[in-house]
């Protein structure tokens, strides 16, 4: 069955420095997201990205965030200037459309530990 | 105010019993999404729904619009089974999605 890869499963990384979380979406799928998990926390939206652009985004994806699909598999996310607060599982995910009427499926998730 | 609640927080079931885990929001939605963490942290879909009721094996998911309730069934539970189960809802025209706190789930043998 397809599925939603990410890299890398855990990085660890100083207070500062730039991160870049890598997802391949399902192949035939047009919507993409990213989710974050802070540690004992409910799920997050990040960014849901469509056609090439950001459809929609959260109070949470400030100007420290980005996301990119530079080739035709890969949708990555930026995270610029890390804090510790930032420290969480974020997720890949995608949809073949909307989710008013599909099953959007997820990645394993990415950990990220910021020291 | 949390836009989506779940109850129970946590629930422990013994292997065979019937169990229920309820969800209510508070915001216009246009599909509801019952959702399966795994101890390691791993998420797959489960159930969509926009309305009445779907059953996959021994899964059932039902949604009352009117009322802005979803329910999670599982008939014979079986260890297997334990996980945290996530309600998730898509709001109204956009693929903003709101998640609810979670149920863990721990079916003894």
């Known amino acids: 069955e397809p599925e939603v890869t990410q890299t890398p499963s855990h990085q660890v990384t100083q207070m500062g420095q730039e991160v870049i979380l890598r997802c391949v979406p399902i192949?035939?799928?047009?919507?993409f997201y990213w989710y974050r998990q802070i540690l004992g926390q409910k799920v997050e939206f990040l960014v849901s990205?469509?056609?090439?652009?950001?459809?929609?985004k959260s109070e949470i994806f400030d100007d420290q965030f980005s996301v990119e699909r530079p080739d035709g598999s890969n949708f990555t996310l930026k995270i610029r200037s890390t804090k510790l607060e930032d420290s969480a599982m974020y997720f890949c995910a995608s949809s073949k459309g909307q989710l008013s009427g599909n099953t959007i499926y997820f990645g394993e998730g990415s950990w990220l530990t910021v020291v | 105010k949390n836009e989506v609640e779940q109850s129970p927080q946590n629930l422990t079931a013994q292997e065979g019993e019937f169990i229920t885990i309820n969800c209510s929001y508070s915001?216009?939605?246009?599909?509801l999404h019952w959702l399966q963490q795994h101890p390691g942290g791993g998420i797959v879909s489960l159930f969509m729904l926009s309305s009445g009721k779907k059953k996959h094996g021994r899964l059932i998911a039902t949604i009352n619009i009117q009322e802005k309730h979803s329910s999670l069934h599982i008939t014979a539970s079986h260890p297997r089974d334990s996980a945290v189960y996530i309600c998730a809802v898509r709001l109204d025209n956009n693929n903003d999605m709101r998640f609810g706190a979670g149920t863990r789930l721990t079916v003894k043998p």
């Open positions: 990205f469509y056609n090439n652009e950001i459809s929609e």
């Open positions: 915001v216009g939605i246009s599909a």
């Open positions: 192949s035939n799928h047009l919507y």
